[in-house]
């Protein structure tokens, strides 16, 4: 693999204008090649030189006298850099170029300087950036590791009050001496506490509370009651586990981002190595070793406090969380990415074509069997395409969802982070379509199976009969078994995570909303009808001796109550969810959204009293309401979710920043968005198609819905991941376990009564 496309691959991709822009100075390069071909033409003189030097004497591999070597330390004279002092103190670099302003490609080399020069500066201040950014972290994170050696030792009763302390954790560099380290922002030195030092290990209990991680009904009854949102210390082992797993999860997290900004440093510096030998191949110029000495002693090649910090945490981690185990240790500060088995490939292949296979055994069977047009079957098969329609919504948005995380990695949105996946548990595409091709051979299996059984409904095959009406429950059954198998079969951790954000969503507001939250919910308005098929097996399968279809369920009050309430039960979940953001962050983004969804849940109720009473006036408030509801949906869309329609943008009414090269793809995303929004007004208008029933067509109508929800999935989620790369946003924030409060004004008095001693 060249050096471009593997540097391409190892960026951070919200870090992505942060790299040295290699692409470019080597579009510089080209130019000096260019401007260094000899104009003159091809003579037939010349050619004839040519064709004789080939007839030369070969002398490649013999060494030239001392006298006719090339000059190594020319270099010197070519090119001359010069350090000077910028903003905020930083060092920055100029080089100037040692060659008279005729020679040829002068000028172009004089912009390739000028560039690198830019490249350098702007590298290593923002590694500067990062670098003070995880000090500081470092700096929160001795003092957790203060407190929580307090408490342990509070626990174990062996608090050894006013005697040396080993687990004083000031700066973490006492790492190899024995004592727990703690991370150290003095440029990397260890240093140890003085013996004449001895402050009290338990005194740091005074000064700290547990910060409250419970995030559900209770800390939202608590927030109401105006209670504290962290607890005093219990000095319980409970207390001591739930502090200990959350230190866990804050060092695995800081680990993480050591060796991202550690991998970013080693990756510029290659990259500066590789475009000057570039460069002296491109011109025969001797500057590689001058300029990359320059390199080697900016801060960028000088600083080593990241690798230092790294080798501290991961003893610190070691020892204290797993009693100096290194091996187990390891592992959670490192963990395996998961591996594209070919397994999972093949099964993927094998269902897609079973499920295609199957797809056109039923069509052929319905038109050689003629079963629409026999007798009490076409009634029978319109319940059961109802029942069956609940797994052709899943399967398709699961489809629509592996072609999302295809994208998404093509184009390089960190889906991952954004979702706040696990590092290594995160499905890809083709586990998910994995899945999806696995459930549409099970359902389509059945589907045939039931077709075979009730074709002859006569009475010696009542018994087959009655069976085939079961076989739809029973797949429903085992697709409600596997999404709770407790067993670590079918990808678990990702099934759980589901499970998760679903109770979260069905809680809101009392848990608080996290993007995976709200993008669930949103995926939940495209599967309204999913969710009353849903109602619907609950009606057909409990009443004695089988309702005969949904006609019949209507006649039942409490189906046509919760027919309403379950249309609007995932609009009202995400209306909810504004409002707590409403109130937790304050932003009017989030109460203008909540109108949104307020505005979906009106036009629903009143379509669905339509569908069931019709009705001039309920035809007319259904058409404004949907139509209001489609109009500020649809600009909410484009403009906020997908962060389109700029009227100042460079590119015309799009974004600044676009992943897609081809620009058309969001135009036509966009009056694609719109047309499918608009067909919500077909349940109003009622728009009919001859020779499809009005089931087939509400089914067609949903699955448009689900494809318009996917293709949203994808902009809505590059949107978001531009904004992380515009604020360089590639770290998780975890909640520290201990809140200090009160130590500085006690620490001062300490120090005003050690004064007057």
């Not at 997290?253 to 440093?265: A, D, G």
């Not at 979702?419 to 099970?442: C, D, P, Y």
Request: glycine share 4%; hydrophobic share 40%; aromatic share 12%.
């Amino acid at each position: 693999m060249k050096f471009g496309k593997d540097f391409k691959r190892q960026m951070v991709p919200e870090w992505v204008e942060a790299y040295m822009d290699y692409n470019g100075l080597k579009r510089i390069l080209r130019e000096i090649r260019l401007s260094r071909v000899p104009k003159m033409p091809q003579t037939p003189l010349r050619s004839i030189q040519n064709k004789l030097s080939m007839y030369s004497p070969f002398r490649g591999l013999d060494v030239e006298p001392k006298g006719q070597q090339s000059k190594g330390d020319v270099e010197d004279q070519v090119i001359k850099v010069s350090p000077f002092v910028g903003d905020s103190n930083r060092t920055f670099y100029r080089t100037k170029l040692l060659l008279e302003a005729e020679e040829i490609g002068g000028e172009v080399e004089v912009k390739f300087f000028r560039k690198l020069d830019e490249e350098l500066n702007k590298v290593s201040s923002f590694y500067r950036d990062k670098v003070e950014e995880v000090l500081k972290e470092a700096a929160e994170l001795n003092k957790q590791m203060n407190a929580f050696i307090a408490l342990k030792i509070k626990v174990q009763n062996q608090g050894i009050k006013g005697s040396k302390s080993e687990f004083e954790m000031e700066p973490l560099r006492a790492a190899r001496q024995g004592a727990a380290p703690a991370i150290n922002s003095e440029n990397g030195r260890e240093i140890t506490n003085p013996a004449s030092d001895k402050p009290d290990v338990l005194k740091v209990l005074n000064h700290v509370t547990i910060n409250n991680k419970a995030e559900g009904p209770l800390s939202a009854f608590r927030g109401i009651m105006k209670e504290s949102k962290d607890k005093e210390l219990s000095f319980s082992k409970e207390e001591l586990k739930e502090v200990q797993e959350r230190l866990k999860v804050v060092f695995t997290e800081f680990y993480q981002k050591l060796k991202l900004v550690k991998n970013y440093s080693f990756m510029n510096l290659f990259a500066f190595s590789k475009i000057m030998k570039k460069y002296e191949k491109t011109t025969s110029r001797y500057a590689a070793r001058s300029y990359m000495k320059i390199v080697d002693k900016s801060y960028l090649g000088n600083c080593d406090e990241v690798t230092k910090l790294m080798e501290n945490v991961e003893h610190l981690f070691v020892k204290h969380f797993y009693n100096a185990n290194r091996r187990e240790g390891m592992k959670p500060l490192r963990p395996r990415k998961r591996r594209e088995m070919h397994r999972v490939t093949f099964f993927s292949g094998f269902f897609c074509g079973c499920s295609i296979a199957l797809v056109i055994a039923i069509i052929l069977m319905v038109r050689a069997r003629k079963i629409m047009s026999k007798g009490p079957v076409p009634s029978y098969m319109e319940n059961m395409f109802g029942l069956y329609s609940l797994f052709l919504y899943i399967v398709l948005h699961m489809l629509m969802y592996a072609t999302d995380i295809y994208l998404w990695k093509r184009y390089r949105v960190n889906y991952a982070f954004i979702f706040n996946f696990k590092q290594g548990t995160e499905l890809g595409f083709r586990e998910v379509f994995l899945l999806s091709s696995g459930l549409a051979v099970l359902a389509l299996a059945s589907f045939l199976a039931n077709i075979n059984l009730i074709i002859d409904m006569t009475t010696q095959a009542r018994d087959s009969a009655s069976f085939a009406k079961i076989i739809p429950l029973l797949v429903a059954l085992v697709f409600l078994c596997i999404a709770f198998c407790p067993f670590n079969i079918i990808f678990r951790s990702s099934r759980f995570v589901l499970l998760k954000c679903v109770f979260r969503s069905i809680c809101a507001p009392l848990y608080e909303v996290t993007l995976q939250d709200f993008f669930l919910a949103d995926q939940l308005t495209s599967q309204v009808q999913a969710i009353r098929s849903i109602e619907f097996y609950i009606c057909y399968y409990s009443r004695p001796g089988f309702p005969q279809g949904q006609s019949k369920c209507h006649d039942y009050g409490v189906y046509n109550a919760f027919y309403y309430v379950l249309a609007i039960i995932p609009y009202w979940i995400r209306f909810l969810q504004c409002l707590r953001r409403l109130v937790q962050e304050g932003d009017r983004m989030h109460g203008y959204n909540a109108v949104k969804y307020l505005m979906a849940v009106i036009a629903v109720v009143i379509r669905t009293v339509y569908e069931l009473k019709k009705g001039t006036p309920w035809m007319v408030m259904a058409l404004v309401s949907s139509a209001m509801a489609v109009a500020y949906n649809t600009y909410w869309d484009l403009v906020v979710d997908w962060g389109l329609l700029r009227r100042n943008s460079k590119n015309f009414y799009l974004r600044d920043r676009l992943l897609v090269s081809h620009k058309s793809v969001y135009y036509i995303a966009m009056v694609i968005n719109v047309l499918l929004r608009a067909t919500w007004l077909q349940y109003v208008l009622e728009f009919r198609v001859n020779g499809l029933r009005k089931t087939a067509f509400s089914t067609t109508i949903s699955c448009l819905e689900i494809i318009r929800r996917g293709m949203w999935n994808f902009f809505r989620l590059e949107n978001e991941h531009l904004n992380n790369v515009g604020k360089f946003r590639a770290f998780r924030s975890v909640p520290l376990p201990f809140n200090y409060h009160g130590q500085d004004d006690d620490d001062d008095d300490d120090d005003e009564e050690e004064k007057d001693d």
